[in-house]
């Protein structure tokens, strides 16, 4: 019998810079122009599970606007995370938004939730 041995490559180690809120709010545009991010965490200070949707654009943008990467579910009162191993490229800029429905955009109504996000350099 032959053995398969596979190189498993390591994951570079960047830098990061962490950009948050500074107050509840219902969007946060973590950059405005092309990055790398490495994770986006949020906390859904409502009674009722949402969404957070991520966009490849340098602002926030119009309901019914599917988002750039797949949307994560956070649950009522809850802090939900998603992470790329290594860094996910955004072309454009970074916004992260908490949405009521899960396919496309629709921001929620009041300001109630806080976005941290680690950015990557170098």
Do not use: Y
């Not at 950009?19 to 973590?30: D, G, M, P, T």
Request: aromatic share 6%; hydrophobic share 45%.
């Amino acid at each position: 019998m032959t053995e398969r041995i596979t190189a498993v490559q390591p994951v570079e180690f960047l830098a990061g810079t962490n950009i948050h809120s500074s107050a509840l709010e219902k969007s946060h545009v973590i950059s405005a122009v092309a990055c790398r991010v490495r994770s986006i965490k949020t906390l859904n200070n409502t009674v009722g599970s949402l969404w957070l949707h991520v966009f490849d654009l340098a602002a926030l943008p119009a309901n019914g606007t599917a988002p750039s990467r797949c949307p994560v579910a956070v649950g009522a009162g809850s802090v939900a995370s998603t992470t790329w191993e290594g860094t996910t490229s955004f072309a454009t800029g970074c916004v992260a938004a908490l949405s009521s429905t899960l396919a496309t955009l629709t921001l929620v109504a009041t300001a109630d939730a806080w976005f941290d996000a680690e950015v990557v350099t170098g």
